[in-house]
């Protein structure tokens, strides 16, 4: 097996840049992740504030989260925090609550066995003075601490299956994805500690990787969602080399549990650039992978599949731009609907059961088969077939069926899913959506008119119709 730290990402060299030269303060950090911070470095303990906040101060925006990286192990986090709980087992890590705030820490990840040593004590590889001062307890944190007898393993493909490994600080920056996330904070001075030169990729708008591409993604596929993902919110470049490394371990990603590819698809897709993120991953060959039964059906840019997919995510990025409420179930229910819609025109012309029998059984077929690769939980896939039932529904509109409709608990996001098809596919379908708008609009007198209107008739009978006479009790 090859080794997973390669030699570029042991010449990692530290860079120290002193407060007052980068903006990043204490007023931009909450005063939760600041208070743990201190704590940890009053018992003795080296603690940095890591990655995402610091990348994104750089970047004029404001941190939302607030990482933690530590020489502490978990248990010794456990012990300076009674709000502390411990998680994973991939790799431990502690959880520091205030109420709905949580703070992540985590121990300095190290190199796993399979690694060779040598490189780790050359003093090319070490950072500056500053950055290498790491405490005497860090040094005699046992790199190859394990729980439940658990060690740090990889597959047959290079993919980092347990990784409970604990090191130093210069091991943890070789340990990171990207260039812009092996930067630290320290509270006790405001100075930044940057191993890999990620101020410069930032100031460049690239993204780059700690070490050679192709050996990062098959340690964790993951990592080339995360390079979409980084490039689509922060509008930062992904290199050609970089595009085509993805290209080639695409594959991989089927490797991914689908639990977690559904939380990486949420950050992908319900952040506020999803449209950019899909074309992305489309570009990569990503998207066929995390929604294969669409592989097929996306054949060109002018496709009605391709057109719903990007009108709802417009749609939906405008929504969250706008601090307006979203719903994974609705992203969900969009890309699936034609491969439903085809599969029951299969299951009809294979089997000749009626439309509807069809229609229930693709819908449960092609959930099936979605949730192999993403695990799409109950309280999203029971209202996506609610939504698609509905489409079926929204077309019966007579009696008292249209009153009973709009009290349905998922009729709006019914609506506006099928007022986003009727703009896509014209016809029929749109004459539909704005039959369903108006009704929504017009007061109850006028509804009665235009279910009325439907059959032709003034009370809502078909032209021609009898009216029904009661019948006549009978004499005693």
């Given at each position: 097996m090859s080794e997973l730290v390669s030699p570029k990402q042991r010449s990692l060299q530290a860079k120290v840049i002193p407060a007052g030269k980068h903006p990043m303060t204490f007023d931009d950090i909450s005063d939760n992740a600041l208070?743990?911070?201190?704590?940890?470095?009053?018992?003795?303990?080296?603690?940095?504030?890591?990655?995402?906040?610091?990348?994104?101060?750089?970047?004029?925006?404001?941190?939302?989260?607030?990482?933690?990286?530590?020489?502490?192990?978990?248990?010794?986090?456990?012990?300076?925090?009674?709000?502390?709980?411990?998680?994973?087992?991939?790799?431990?890590?502690?959880?520091?609550?205030?109420?709905?705030?949580?703070?992540?820490?985590?121990?300095?990840?190290?190199?796993?066995?399979g690694e060779t040593g040598k490189d780790n004590d050359d003093k090319s590889s070490k950072p500056v003075e500053k950055a290498a001062a790491i405490s005497q307890?860090?040094?005699?944190?046992?790199?190859?601490?394990?729980?439940?007898?658990?060690?740090?393993?990889?597959?047959?493909?290079?993919?980092?299956?347990?990784?409970?490994?604990?090191?130093?600080?210069?091991?943890?920056?070789?340990?990171?994805?990207?260039?812009?996330?092996?930067?630290?904070?320290?509270?006790?001075?405001?100075?930044?500690?940057?191993?890999a030169n990620g101020h410069q990729a930032i100031a460049e708008k690239r993204i780059e990787m700690i070490g050679?591409?192709?050996?990062?993604?098959?340690?964790?596929?993951?990592?080339?969602?995360?390079?979409?993902?980084?490039?689509?919110?922060?509008?930062?470049?992904?290199?050609?080399?970089?595009?085509?490394?993805?290209?080639?371990?695409?594959?991989?990603?089927?490797?991914?549990?689908?639990?977690?590819?559904?939380?990486?698809?949420?950050?992908?897709?319900?952040?506020?650039f999803g449209l950019h993120a899909f074309k992305l991953l489309h570009e990569l060959g990503l998207f066929n992978l995390l929604f294969p039964q669409l592989s097929h059906l996306l054949v060109d840019d002018s496709c009605r599949e391709r057109k719903l997919i990007e009108k709802?995510?417009?749609?939906?990025?405008?929504?969250?731009?706008?601090?307006?409420?979203?719903t994974p179930a609705f992203i969900f229910a969009a890309f699936l609907w034609y491969p439903v819609e085809e599969r029951t025109q299969q299951i009809m012309y294979e089997s000749g059961i009626s439309e509807y029998d069809a229609f229930t059984i693709a819908v449960g077929e092609?959930?099936?088969?979605?949730?192999?690769?993403?695990?799409?939980?109950?309280?999203?896939?029971?209202?996506?077939?609610?939504?698609?039932?509905?489409?079926?529904?929204l077309t019966r509109r007579f009696g008292r069926r249209p009153y009973v409709l709009l009290g349905h608990s998922r009729f709006r996001a019914a609506f506006d899913f099928l007022e986003i098809r009727g703009q896509i596919e014209g016809g029929d379908?749109?004459?539909?959506?704005?039959?369903?708008?108006?009704?929504?609009?017009?007061?109850?007198?006028?509804?009665?008119?235009?279910?009325?209107?439907?059959?032709?008739?003034?009370?809502?009978?078909?032209?021609?119709?009898?009216?029904r006479r009661p019948k006549k009790k009978k004499a005693n």
């Open positions: 208070s743990v911070l201190r704590r940890l470095n009053s018992k003795g303990y080296d603690a940095y504030l890591v990655g995402g906040c610091i990348r994104d101060r750089l970047m004029g925006k404001t941190p939302k989260d607030f990482d933690i990286a530590t020489n502490a192990t978990p248990e010794q986090i456990k012990a300076c925090f009674k709000n502390c709980r411990l998680i994973g087992r991939r790799f431990r890590l502690a959880h520091i609550v205030f109420g709905r705030d949580i703070i992540e820490v985590a121990t300095f990840r190290g190199h796993h066995e307890r860090d040094k005699k944190v046992d790199r190859r601490e394990r729980f439940d007898g658990i060690k740090s393993k990889t597959d047959t493909h290079g993919q980092l299956v347990r990784d409970n490994v604990f090191g130093s600080i210069d091991e943890d920056a070789e340990r990171r994805d990207f260039t812009f996330n092996a930067m630290y904070f320290s509270a006790k001075d405001q100075s930044i500690i940057d191993f050679d591409n192709q050996t990062r993604f098959r340690e964790d596929p993951v990592r080339m969602l995360r390079a979409v993902r980084f490039s689509a919110k922060l509008d930062m470049q992904i290199p050609e080399e970089m595009q085509k490394d993805i290209k080639e371990c695409a594959h991989l990603l089927a490797n991914i549990p689908p639990a977690r590819l559904f939380e990486e698809a949420l950050k992908l897709l319900l952040s506020g709802v995510l417009v749609n939906t990025d405008n929504r969250i731009n706008n601090d307006l409420r979203v092609v959930m099936h088969r979605q949730v192999q690769r993403i695990m799409i939980p109950k309280r999203f896939s029971i209202p996506i077939k609610e939504i698609w039932h509905l489409q079926k529904r379908l749109l004459e539909l959506s704005q039959w369903w708008h108006e009704f929504q609009q017009v007061q109850p007198e006028q509804q009665k008119v235009m279910i009325a209107a439907l059959r032709g008739g003034s009370n809502g009978r078909p032209i021609g119709a009898k009216k």
